[in-house]
C-alpha cells in the first residue's frame, strides 16, 4: 500500500474537481466538500472515518490503515447539511457515525461518548444536491459499525463478512473517482 501521503494528495486533487462541477442553489457549495476518509484497524475490527489528513497520518503507525474515501463531506453546517456525530467507545473499541440525535442519547448510555476530535461534519439528511447514500452497517461479533457508498461493498460485507443492514445514514457528494 502506498503512503498515505502521496495517496490522499491525488485523491483530494481528483475530486476537487468532480465536486465543482455541480451547481448547486439550495445546496452547501462543493468546492467547500473535503474528503472524509476511511481508516480501517484490524487488530481491534474498527472503521474510523475522518477528514484529518494529520490524524490519519498519526494513526497510521498505530495499525490504522487508510482504505479509501466515503465521500465528500463538510466542515461547516452549509446549506441542507446537518451534522453527523462521532462517537467512540474505547471499552469496545467502536466508532460510531449518525445523524440521529435519539441514537447519540441511547449510545452514551451504553457507553459511547461524543468525540470532538476529529470536528463535527456536516452531511445531507436527505437524498440532494447530487449525493448519495451511506449505508450503515453493523457487526454484532465484531462490535464495528461500517460506513460505505459502495452497494457491491455493502453486498459483499453482508454475504461474507457478516455484517447487517442498520440504515441509510445520510447523504454525501461523491467522489467521482474512486
Ligand atoms: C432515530 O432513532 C430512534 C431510536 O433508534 C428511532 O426510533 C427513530 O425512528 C430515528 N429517527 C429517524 C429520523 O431515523
Same mark, same amino acid.
Request: net charge negative; hydrophobic share 25%.
Given at each position: 500500500m502506498k503512503s498515505p501521503t502521496i495517496l490522499l494528495s491525488t485523491v483530494i486533487a481528483a475530486c476537487y474537481q468532480s465536486a465543482m462541477a455541480l451547481k448547486p442553489r #439550495? $445546496? =452547501? *457549495?462543493? *468546492?467547500?466538500a473535503v474528503p472524509f476518509y476511511r481508516a480501517y484497524d484490524s487488530a481491534r475490527t474498527d472503521h474510523w472515518y475522518t477528514y484529518d489528513v494529520n490524524a490519519l497520518n498519526d494513526f497510521n503507525p498505530q495499525g490504522w490503515l487508510l482504505q479509501n474515501v466515503l465521500g465528500l463531506v463538510f466542515l461547516t453546517e452549509e446549506e441542507g447539511t446537518a451534522p453527523l456525530f462521532h462517537m467512540y467507545n474505547g471499552a469496545v473499541m467502536d466508532n460510531f457515525y449518525t445523524m440521529n440525535t435519539s441514537e447519540v442519547t441511547a449510545a452514551q448510555e451504553s457507553g459511547y461518548k461524543i468525540s470532538s476530535n476529529p470536528l463535527t461534519v456536516y452531511i445531507y439528511p #436527505?437524498?440532494? $444536491? =447530487?449525493s448519495v447514500p451511506v449505508y450503515r452497517l453493523y457487526s454484532g461479533s465484531e462490535t464495528d459499525n461500517f460506513y460505505t457508498t459502495s452497494e457491491s461493498e455493502r453486498l459483499d460485507f453482508i454475504t461474507n463478512e457478516g455484517y447487517k443492514d442498520v440504515e441509510i445514514t445520510g447523504y454525501v457528494l461523491p467522489l467521482g473517482c474512486s
Open positions: #439550495t $445546496c =452547501g *457549495a462543493p *468546492a467547500d #436527505t437524498q440532494v $444536491c =447530487g
